[in-house]
C-alpha cells in the first residue's frame, strides 16, 4: 500500500516561533544497586521530533483533521510531506496528541502538531 500525501490543500508553511525539531531520546538508563548507571542505546536507528505550528484558515484545518482522521486513520498510519526545515521529501508519523487549534481573529486559526520524521 502506498504511503499516504500530505494534501495539496493543507499549507506546509510553519511559523518560526512555533518550530522545534530535535533528535528523539534513544538511549535506556538503569541504575544499577552499586556504581554509577548504566546506558545503553535503544535502537540503532533512531527519529527526529518536530513541533509545528502554522496558520490555517477553517477550510485548511478541516483538510488537515479530515486527512488526520480518514486517510491517517486517527494519526496511526505514516505519510510523505516535505520536510518543515530543509524542504526535503521525507516520511512522518503524528505523534501524540491529535492537532489542535487556537483562533488568531476572523477566520485566522494557529493549528499546531507533532511530527515525527521516519528512519
Not at 490555517?56 to 520536510?83: C, I, K, M, N, Q
Request: charged share 20%; glycine share 8%.
Amino acid at each position: 500500500m502506498p504511503l499516504a500525501i500530505w494534501p495539496i490543500d493543507v499549507p506546509l508553511r510553519t511559523l518560526q516561533s512555533g518550530y522545534s525539531e530535535a533528535p528523539e531520546k534513544n538511549t535506556a538508563d538503569f541504575q544499577p544497586e552499586v556504581g554509577p548507571p548504566k546506558t545503553r542505546r535503544r535502537t540503532s536507528i533512531s527519529s527526529d521530533v518536530i513541533t509545528c505550528s502554522g496558520n490555517f484558515s477553517s477550510e485548511e484545518w478541516d483538510a488537515l483533521v479530515a486527512f488526520y482522521r480518514t486517510t491517517l486513520a486517527d494519526g496511526s498510519l505514516p505519510f510523505t510531506r516535505a520536510h518543515p526545515r530543509s524542504g526535503l521529501s521525507m516520511t512522518f508519523k503524528f505523534t501524540g496528541d491529535p492537532p489542535k487549534l487556537s483562533q488568531v481573529r476572523g477566520d485566522v486559526y494557529t493549528g499546531s502538531f507533532g511530527l515525527r520524521r521516519m528512519p
